[in-house]
């Protein structure tokens, strides 16, 4: 079976944040929710000062942390490795978002379904059409775009993603681009000492 | 909320996708576009089979729905029943039907021209509609009231013309190895096609190694990325510039073969600044061997001198490349390094490694030709040449790239054209003396020299100008000094917010509004301008209208189609319909059409040309500029949404073959002297304030005058703009709102923790910052990524209190900052200062005014809450 992960291209991110965006209307996330954030950090002394960007998302653990402490069995992982909620289970307890090292948990407030994106208590039609997919009072994630997954496409991040810094595949199929880009250029997973065996490198 | 939907995420639910072009910013890049089977547009991505954006869109384009979908868009004509103007002052819209909206703005226009057209103010500025932006031209106007030309490339534009005959250029991301960026991001997050550029240079950079310097006072995004950034004092790029120039000549590090041959650096240039010239007017060089001088184009000639001091008729005469070595003298590593504060020993190594880089000499066969290659560019853009000496400026970056010829080489800076409109128009006019044609008019013809003058912003005295609006507030407080004999009173403004953007404290401009008798008005959502109107006339958005265009493309050529996705949400018109609507009850139809045929091109093919008496939808004008590149329908156009191609290589490296490139560019002597005899002849008043000097032939050390503002004024103030915010307004869009309020560097002024420390300031502060021109507040923000004596303002924080809730204000809009006077504006394009001094004063508290309603800083606050994604 397939093991579903990701490497970002840490030398072509350029924070634009666009798979930020291709995510939020792909997925019809509420105002302030991200299955998918790309940060910025800022490292040494003018005039040798440099910024690095960095694309953060569900790293759809091996040994995941949040599934470990989900109380109603609603966090499962898949047999292709994405680790998924099923609302229908969550009771909104919000443990994995403490248990998660990488803060890639979201509450869903009500009120985030009432406000809207433009926050005046109107939705848009494309809200309407997107909101239907989630349960006010769960926690959600990034699920890799597992509908698309299946459909045989790649997450929209990454065929959103302008420099191609994000690759998406079967990181136990060696021939798969992520393998390869991994084992060439020396992928490393976040926060190793957590040991959650994530499911997501970076490559710089 | 449980779904029974067969699916959740938006791209796989029952629907249509539609092939289209994006119009999130100017540019025309190609989008497939979702629709449900219910009619609603859920997922906007790329178009895979477009080169021209190599399938990706930026995170503007990436959020079009929004603005589709935004509940505060005009949704019918608007009359406004409240007599009162003010930035902040309710309308009190009513709606009323559109025949009484375009009979009540047609019959003021009519009245106006009727009396006297100059009084008339346009502010057209959809780029991707020419033949809308060139409404004015029906009835003879030219007044310009949009801040487009300024505060893009006011002096860029003007000298590409004159250099590559084209609007833009870009360094060719297919074959170039080194990749200087100045005060610009291509290739990493912004200008032309900036997904797309930006995929071409991430792929040129992990896979062929391309070395990335960007040159820049803060760290941009372009700075991050590459291997070397080079922080620069604000406003000192020419001289960065031409310190490498006399490193790449004093090394002989030059392409001096294409100096001969493809330029006029060869041509003998008299005492006088012109070239020497025989009776006939043919132009003599010097014959090296023969030691004689001779016709340019005598078939005898040997190796032509590029050096030297000669004898002709007695007139002392030098090779123009000469002229260039004597201004070079002065312009060592050393003193440029005075002025920059870039180290000399960088200015020296990174000539060495762009020279080196350019491989001179080398050659590469394309399509059976064998060209030079040269894989070296040095691209500039807005921060870089946004000066009072604009021209120069923009003359300076172009020697580096001819020093080592390579333009329109493969690798080096290629001439990007704005729109082909055919696909065999060549954009080279052969002109005088084997040179090419220039061609700094790149949006059309200027009006003639006149005094007094017949346009408010007084272009009739720019003779390579692109529009500089913020002189119409010159004319507004002194219309006697520049002898105005006319008021423009009217103002009709489309797709276009000049409120937001120009230049000069927002307080007078406010004034300025309140002058104007009537205002109309059409627009998507409300803005910084729409507030001031009297008539609102609401328009399709671009998920709602038809459109053919191509704008600025680096690589490619071809046309893109912009169709409906879905039917106009509420009652709105196109651009087209509302333009002709009026040109008919103006009557002016006529004389309209005939712009749009001119504009469009459309009389190279005789039978697309628009009939008197007709009225032409956008739909139709979309299907005759498909029509004129390539002869296909619009049902071709509609399936394959684009006729895009790789350009062809004919036309985009040395599509000059055969002639000479402007190195020295004449016209500088001559225009300046007919400019001053003419404002002579008509003792025109301010002549004595023209700054004629601006005027060169070649580019000098002239420091622009913004360095000589008093001392009080410590810091040099600079304004970004990064991906997410290029171009026009996104602000008010919630998922751009989402990112970039999230992104330091957007959420405060920021300077470098030293120079805070010196002026006793720390990170979140709330300060006046103040130029000798106007004031704006702020809270302070550090980071290492920008040069000491500068203060980094993000465009973010330019927005002024609009009524659209979404729009967050912030202190006070950078442009407040900056000058409108001539003093600081490039007499040769109308190009203003887009850089300032000031000081910051700390303060207790926000002023009075900023305490009321949700300003970005009481967001940024209120994110910081935590439980959002991502925050390690």
Redesign the interface.
């Known amino acids: 079976m397939a093991r579903m992960g990701m490497v970002f291209d840490i030398r072509r991110c350029i924070g634009c944040n666009a798979c930020v965006v291709g995510c939020k209307q792909e997925n019809s996330l509420p105002d302030g929710v991200f299955f998918t954030r790309t940060l910025s950090e800022d490292y040494g002394v003018y005039p040798n000062a440099g910024r690095v960007y960095i694309p953060t998302l569900c790293n759809h653990c091996e040994d995941a942390p949040c599934e470990k402490v989900c109380p109603s069995g609603a966090t499962y992982t898949r047999e292709d490795g994405i680790v998924m909620v099923d609302d229908n289970k969550c009771i909104g307890c919000n443990s994995c978002a403490v248990a998660c090292p990488y803060d890639q948990r979201t509450a869903l407030g009500k009120d985030l379904f009432e406000k809207g994106l433009f926050g005046e208590g109107e939705l848009t039609a494309f809200e309407e059409q997107g909101y239907t997919r989630f349960t006010p009072g769960t926690v959600t994630k990034c699920d890799f775009c597992s509908e698309r997954v299946d459909a045989g496409l790649d997450p929209a991040c990454v065929v959103t993603c302008p420099t191609d810094a994000r690759i998406f595949g079967d990181l136990d199929d060696p021939e798969s681009k992520p393998a390869k880009l991994i084992k060439e250029r020396g992928g490393r997973p976040p926060m190793p000492e957590k040991n959650t065996k994530p499911k997501v490198y970076y490559v710089t | 909320?449980?779904?029974e939907?067969r699916?959740?995420?938006?791209?796989?639910?029952d629907g249509k996708w539609i092939r289209s072009t994006c119009k999130m910013c100017l540019h025309s890049c190609g989008s497939l576009i979702h629709v449900?089977d219910?009619g609603?547009?859920?997922?906007?991505?790329?178009d895979p089979t477009n080169p021209s954006n190599n399938?990706?869109?930026?995170?503007k384009?990436?959020?079009a729905?929004?603005r589709h979908?935004?509940?505060?868009r005009f949704k019918q004509p608007l009359r406004r029943t409240n007599p009162e103007k003010g930035p902040n002052v309710d309308p009190m819209w009513e709606p009323i039907s559109w025949d009484e909206a375009l009979d009540l703005v047609a019959s003021e226009l009519k009245k106006t021209i009727e009396d006297d057209p100059r009084k008339i103010l346009p502010s057209l500025e959809d780029f991707q509609k020419m033949n809308v932006w060139n409404w004015p031209l029906a009835f003879g106007n030219q007044n310009s009231f949009q801040s487009g030309g300024t505060m893009c490339g006011g002096a860029y534009h003007p000298v590409n013309g004159y250099i590559h005959s084209s609007f833009a250029v870009a360094n060719d991301a297919k074959h170039c190895n080194y990749w200087v960026n100045d005060g610009t991001g291509d290739g990493?997050?912004s200008h032309l096609h900036?997904?797309?550029q930006?995929?071409w240079?991430?792929?040129a950079?992990?896979k062929r190694g391309m070395r990335c310097v960007t040159i820049e006072p803060r760290?941009s995004?372009s700075a991050?990325?590459s291997e070397e950034?080079i922080?620069i004092r604000p406003a000192t790029d020419r001289h960065f510039a031409l310190g490498l120039c006399h490193v790449m000549a004093n090394e002989k590090r030059c392409d001096y073969e294409f100096l001969r041959k493809d330029t006029n650096a060869p041509y003998l240039v008299g005492p006088d600044g012109t070239f020497m010239r025989n009776e006939e007017g043919t132009i003599y060089v010097w014959d090296s061997e023969s030691a004689s001088a001779k016709l340019w184009n005598d078939p005898s000639l040997g190796e032509l001198a590029l050096e030297g001091t000669y004898s002709l008729d007695g007139k002392e005469c030098k090779p123009a490349f000469q002229k260039f070595l004597d201004i070079l003298e002065e312009c060592t590593p050393e003193k440029m390094s005075e002025v920059t504060t870039v180290p000399a020993e960088t200015i020296i190594r990174i000539a060495r490694e762009f020279s080196e880089a350019a491989q001179i000499g080398a050659t590469i066969e394309i399509d059976g030709r064998t060209l030079p290659l040269r894989p070296a560019g040095y691209n500039y853009y807005r921060g870089a040449q946004g000066h009072k000496h604009g021209f120069q400026t923009n003359h300076a970056f172009k020697m580096v790239n001819f020093l080592v010829g390579n333009i329109d080489a493969p690798g080096g800076l290629c001439g990007v054209t704005l729109d082909d409109q055919w696909i065999d128009k060549s954009h080279i006019i052969p002109g005088e003396n084997g040179m090419i044609e220039p061609q700094p008019h790149q949006l059309g013809p200027l009006p003639p020299f006149a005094y007094p003058p017949t346009t408010a912003h007084l272009l009739n005295y720019f003779p390579v100008g692109l529009h500089p609006p913020h002189l119409n507030m010159l004319t507004f407080e002194n219309p006697e000094k520049y002898g105005l004999d006319f008021k423009p009173d009217v103002m009709f403004v489309l797709h276009s917010n000049p409120l937001w953007a120009m230049q000069g404290p927002r307080e007078k401009w406010f004034e300025f509004m309140k002058s104007m008798r009537f205002i109309a008005v059409s627009d998507i959502i409300p803005t910084e301008t729409t507030v001031w109107a009297d008539v609102i006339l609401p328009s399709h958005d671009a998920l709602e209208s038809w459109n053919m265009t191509m704008i600025e493309p680096p690589h490619t050529e071809g046309m893109c189609l912009r169709q409906p996705a879905v039917e106009p949400l509420y009652d709105t018109k196109s651009e087209e319909d509302i333009m002709t609507e009026l040109s008919e009850r103006m009557g002016i139809l006529d004389a309209y059409n005939e712009v749009i045929n001119i504009v469009s091109g459309f009389h190279q093919k005789p039978e697309l040309l628009l009939q008197p008496g007709r009225k032409y939808s956008d739909k139709e004008i979309a299907e005759r500029k498909g029509l004129l590149w390539n002869d296909k329908p619009l049902d071709w156009y509609i399936e394959h949404g684009h006729s895009v191609t790789p350009r062809r290589t004919d036309k985009w490296y040395r599509p000059w073959e055969g002639l000479r490139l402007h190195f020295y560019i004449e016209d500088m002597v001559t225009l300046p002297r007919e400019l001053r005899q003419k404002m002579e002849d008509a003792q025109v008043p301010f002549r004595d304030e023209w700054d004629f000097d601006d005027y060169q032939p070649l580019p000098t050390t002239v420091l622009d005058p913004v360095h000589s503002e008093p001392p009080e004024y410590d810091l040099y103030g600079i304004f970004f703009k990064?991906?997410?915010i290029n171009f026009g307004e996104s602000l008010s869009n919630?998922?751009?709102k989402?990112?970039v309020f999230?992104?330091?560097?957007h959420i405060a002024l920021i300077l470098?923790p030293?120079t805070a420390e010196k002026q006793g300031l720390k990170s979140g502060d709330i300060v006046r910052a103040e130029s000798p021109h106007g004031m704006i507040f702020g809270r302070i923000g550090v980071?290492?990524?920008?040069?000491?004596d500068t203060l980094g303002v993000s465009n973010s924080l330019s927005r002024i209190k609009v009524r659209h809730?979404?729009v967050r204000h912030a202190g006070g809009h950078f442009n407040d900052l900056l000058p409108y006077d001539l003093h600081n504006t490039d007499a040769v394009t109308g190009q203003p200062e887009t850089v300032c001094k000031v000081k910051l004063t700390k303060l207790d508290d926000w002023p009075e005014a900023l305490k009321q309603g949700k300003s970005v800083y009481d967001l940024v606050d209120e994110?910081k809450r935590p439980?959002?994604?991502?925050?390690?």
């Open positions: 909320m449980a779904t939907a699916h959740v995420q938006n791209s796989l639910k449900t219910d609603v547009i859920n997922k906007i991505e790329g399938g990706k869109l930026c995170p384009g990436n959020s729905i929004m979908y935004d509940p505060k990493f997050s900036a997904a797309a930006a995929n240079v991430a792929d950079r992990i760290l995004i991050a990325k950034w922080p990064d991906i997410q919630p998922w751009i989402d990112i999230r992104d330091p560097v470098n030293k980071s290492e990524g920008m040069h000491p809730e979404g994110l439980g959002k994604a991502g925050s390690h």
